[in-house]
Structure formats: structure tokens, C-alpha cells
């Protein structure tokens, strides 16, 4: 089934502890995002890639890194994480040679950071 | 960057009509998204306007005026399953979305 899956569901992390969020996708998207949602405060760019090979910073990206070896995947990384990264993580991806260039979202990961 | 404030809830009877607002101010335009997120699950398209004016799908519509920085979604003949998060979300010039933080709508019997 076509579409976007992200690892883990969720997961509790111990602060100061290294996560890698996993994203992949198999629609063959050139672009591909990371958005993080918070009650009160809706999704917040984190980072963005617009193709293979390149990445740019969003609206916080501070205490993220990402990577884009691949068309698929779309790993976050917090490096060390800090209880104020405890949100739902979503990644998405689009077609930016699509005419409305509508992003897909996968099912999230829920993180908690103690 | 991209500002945009819509309602945060907003409550209906089944089988009315509800207009949820949204405005915007922005240092790039490229066209407007609304999704529908319902609870614990991932956001999902519903419309997209680049252009002024009214788009129609089905019992969702969506309207935008650029000059006024200012778009509606509006629900007819509201169903239970309906109730849910609107995101309204505007895209720049370099095709990044910013999203507001949403409008919960509690549709109720």
C-alpha cells in the first residue's frame, strides 16, 4: 500500500538519551518534511528536504539534524533530547510538480522526553 | 514568516452548516491548504486555493480572497464523523507550509 510510515508509534526517551525518528516513503515524493505538533501551538516546521541530497531548516529546527541519502527516507535526529521535545512528530511529503503539491502525512510518533 | 489565526473551537448540530475562518499575513503567498485532522490520527488534504474564490467538494467549500488575506472553510450538512481539527494552512514561495493552530469542531446530535 502506497504512502508514508514512520517508526517508532511512540516512545519515552530519557533526556540527554540519541532518537532517530524514521520516515519512508513510497510514492517516489521528491520533497519531504518533519513537523512537530503541540497542543495549542499546531504544526511547527522542523526541517524540510526538497530533494535528495539537500535539506533546509524550518521554523525550529534547533535541536534536530535530518538526512536525505535517499528518495524514501527521511530520518530526524535529536542528538540529545530535552523534555521540551516531548510533541507528536509527523513527517510528510508532496510532489512539488504537482499542481496543487498536497503534502501526505504518515500516522506520527509520539515522544515523550523525561 | 507567516502568521495566520483561525478560532480555536466551534460547536454544531448535526445537519447544519459551520464556517470556520481563517486569516493570514504573509511574506509569501502560494496558495492555500485545509486539512482535517481527527483526533490521535494524521492530518488529511481536504481543498486547496491558489485563486480567488470559491472551491466546491461535495459538502466541504472552500473560499479565498488574497487582497484580504482571508479564506473560510464551509461544512454543509454536518455528520457526526465530522467532527474533528481544520488546519488552515498557507504555503510560501518555496513551497514550505505554515500551519494555524486549528479549529476543533465538536459536531453534536
Known amino acids: 500500500i502506497a504512502g508514508i510510515t514512520q517508526a517508532p508509534t511512540s516512545q519515552i526517551l530519557a533526556a540527554g538519551r540519541r532518537m532517530t525518528l524514521r520516515c519512508t516513503q513510497d510514492m517516489r515524493h521528491n520533497a519531504m518534511y518533519w513537523y512537530r505538533q503541540d497542543l495549542g501551538l499546531g504544526l511547527r516546521l522542523i526541517h524540510y528536504s526538497n530533494t535528495a541530497g539537500t535539506t533546509g531548516k524550518g521554523e525550529v529546527p534547533d535541536g534536530y539534524s535530518v538526512s536525505r541519502a535517499n528518495t524514501d527516507d527521511f530520518p530526524l535526529t535529536l542528538a540529545s533530547a530535552v523534555p521540551s521535545q516531548t510533541s507528536v512528530y509527523f513527517c510528510?511529503?508532496?510532489?512539488?510538480?504537482?499542481?496543487?503539491?498536497?503534502?501526505?502525512f504518515g500516522p506520527g510518533t509520539r515522544l515523550t522526553v523525561l | 514568516g507567516q502568521n495566520i489565526d483561525q478560532p480555536t473551537e466551534m460547536t454544531a448540530t448535526e445537519g447544519a452548516i459551520v464556517q470556520i475562518n481563517c486569516t493570514y499575513q504573509t511574506s509569501g503567498f502560494n496558495g492555500l491548504f485545509w486539512y482535517q485532522q481527527h483526533a490521535g490520527e494524521a492530518p488529511t488534504f481536504l481543498s486547496y486555493n491558489v485563486l480567488d474564490g470559491l472551491e466546491e467538494k461535495g459538502r466541504f467549500s472552500s473560499f479565498l480572497s488574497r487582497s484580504k488575506g482571508y479564506s473560510y472553510l464551509l461544512l454543509k450538512e454536518l455528520q457526526m464523523k465530522d467532527s474533528a481539527s481544520y488546519l488552515c494552512a498557507v504555503r510560501d514561495g518555496d513551497y514550505k507550509l505554515s500551519f494555524g493552530a486549528g479549529t476543533t469542531v465538536t459536531v453534536r446530535a
Open positions: 510528510a511529503s508532496s510532489d512539488s510538480t504537482a499542481g496543487n503539491n498536497e503534502q501526505f
